[in-house]
């Protein structure tokens, strides 16, 4: 199958698409009935949050609505369009991508059959964009190898954008070439039967179907995991592991409504719309959407996503949008005591649920039960107060943010960190935290100087990693993530003993000693002319004595760090010397020994290939978090200059034309 690229090898033309010489069409109509039926199925599958369980099959949207109203237009009743409805979600509503995509296979799947089944003699498109080009495309997979709801001969063409299974054998790439591969990875079957069927557009800058995944292998590993594993099982060992840790659940949470609610519990309480009377089951039902509301919440803030760093980059967004609303909320609720608050709750729920399943319908407000539970509400006001008078527009817009800021912060961190890595000198860092504490107990001021200002130079990585990533939350992540290379292992293993270090401590002694060290050196080797001063040199050397003995304690801490001992079966397989040499000193924690292979690692082609993703890490994040790869309106894919979404409207519409 030739491949259609922009100024590549066999650019189309608009004749030569027009003559239906672009992919090979499937066989002609011969009848569709009853006649209700129309001579084309076109089903459309959009991308993550461009619909959902709930939406109109009839009202094309998102990327793929245009493509759907060219199709239309062009042929009004003999072409059913059908845009589908599923979950559409990416880790924010207590489910993984890998779950909505499966929900859009299986949706799909029904859909295709019932019309199939009572449509017999009708055609089949398919189209998706995004999550659902991947279900599209794994729709595709199936049909084309005999496991799929309908027949190969049925389907006249299969058109993937921005599908995360790109380079998948059979898919004829249409538009400018990509260096790399969808970051789910081709399917292994291949198109089959539908091979010369099946047209995949990628923009090659966007990450979601175009990543070079032996340069890429943690955004490789974390893309794969992330796109295959459900988030609803056990199986899975690690990979299912991450794929629970970067989920949130805001599905039922009502932020806007926290102090109605929350005032709605003290009204039920009192009694007063009941003549003095309090609805037991009301109270329950409240308290309960109160901890729907504050869990996620609470959950989110203690997972390490909630950052200072990430709450800054949020805070920097202009004010009114959900950026800087999810901000405010995180800033709020930091200063709540959510913790409190749950157990609060938990106590109301609880102890009205009982009081409801005793068959006790209703209390008198005075009954000390009630009291009590009154008390307890109160104090549950205070707790969360912070969070319940933030303004409501704020509010009502952070869920959009807070839900998928796990996988969003992960991403970007995760990356920094492990690119962080490749550039420290652990061994020159080791030497020195032991060197400089013996040349300041020595009284030998130029050797302290020397040693404390190369471990300023060695220390500004690990002071900035400290400063903009929660280490132990990134270590835990990256623990558990399968990665042949062994990049992924070397950084989680340092990440967790930095995590275990208080790091900005041991910089700022080392400042110090580096200041006063050279205040030493300067009375003891003055400039020409000025006479020395060894009293002035004695007191400051005096100075560095503390100094030294705190910077020995603190040291000992990381000279000695354990890191968490990792699973063997979660470290992945080891496929080079580097990573033989990992796994030992794993189960041996030796950081001395790891030090050797983190040098090792930032001299390899890999870290130098890694260090160059950092500076997409919002890119990446665009997988699981937004719709950054958006390009495909503009996105020029033949000599005709038509964009991708003109390109498959005029194909899928030839198509549909020369069947009927």
Known sequence: MARFARGGVAAITTTAVLCGTALISGPAIAHADPASCSSTFNLFIPGTWETNEHADPNRPVGMLAPVAEAIKAKNGARAQVYTLPYMARAFDNGHTYADSKA?????????????????????????????????????????????????????????????????????????????????????????????????????PKDLYCSIQKGANPFLGSLGSILSKTPGATDAGGGNAAVATALTSDFTDADLPGLGSNLDALGKQLSGIDYG???????????????????????????????NSAATTGLAAAPAGTPENAAAQVLTTAGHADLTGALDSIATIANTAAKLSNSGTTTLPATDPQISQLSTTAASLGSQIAPVATTPAD?????????SVLKPTVVVEQALNVVTGITALDIPKILHNLIVLPQRIAAGDVRGARDAARELNVHFAPLVKMAAAVDLKWVSQILSIIPDPTGYTQIAALVTSILGNVDV???????????????????????????????????AQ?????????????????????????????????????????????????????????????????????LATVVGEGLNAASFFASGAHQS?????????????????????????????
């Open 103 to 203: 929900d859009a296979v299986s949706k799909a799947t029904a859909v295709l059959k019932n019309y199939a089944d009572k449509c017999q003699g009708a055609k089949i498109t398919i189209t998706g964009y995004s999550q659902g080009s991947d279900a599209a495309g794994d729709l595709a997979s199936a049909i084309g190898n005999d496991r799929g709801p309908v027949d190969a001969d049925r389907v006249l063409g299969v058109a993937l954008l921005a599908d995360p299974g790109a380079g998948t054998k059979g898919a004829a790439t249409v538009g400018p070439k990509t260096s790399g591969q969808g970051i789910a990875g081709p399917r292994e079957q291949g198109m089959g039967k539908l091979s010369g069927r099946v047209a995949s557009i990628c923009d």
């Open 276 to 306: 003095g009377s309090v609805d037991v089951a009301e109270v329950a039902d409240t308290a309960t959407s109160l901890s729907k509301t504050l869990s996620p919440l609470a959950e989110l803030l203690q997972s390490g996503a909630a």
């Open 394 to 402: 704020a509010l009502s817009t952070a869920s959009s943010v807070l």
């Open 504 to 538: 900005i401590k041991l910089a700022n002694i080392a400042g110090q000693a580096q200041e006063i060290a050279w205040a030493a050196a300067d009375k003891l080797f003055p400039p020409p002319g000025v006479l020395p001063d060894p009293l002035g040199a004695a």
């Open 541 to 609: 050397t005096a100075a560095l004595i503390p100094l030294g003995l705190e910077l020995a304690s603190v040291a000992a801490n990381m000279l000695t760090g354990k890191a968490s001992k990792t699973a063997p079966a979660l470290l992945g397989k080891q496929a080079n010397p580097v990573g033989n040499a990992i796994t030992t000193q794993a189960q041996t924690l030796d950081l001395q020994g790891l030090s050797g292979s983190v040098s090792t690692m930032a001299r390899s082609q890999g870290a130098e290939d």
């Open 632 to 660: 495909y309106h503009t996105l020029v894919v033949d000599n005709a200059g038509r964009n991708a979404i003109q390109w498959v409207s005029d194909w899928l519409n030839l198509q549909i034309n020369r069947a009927v």
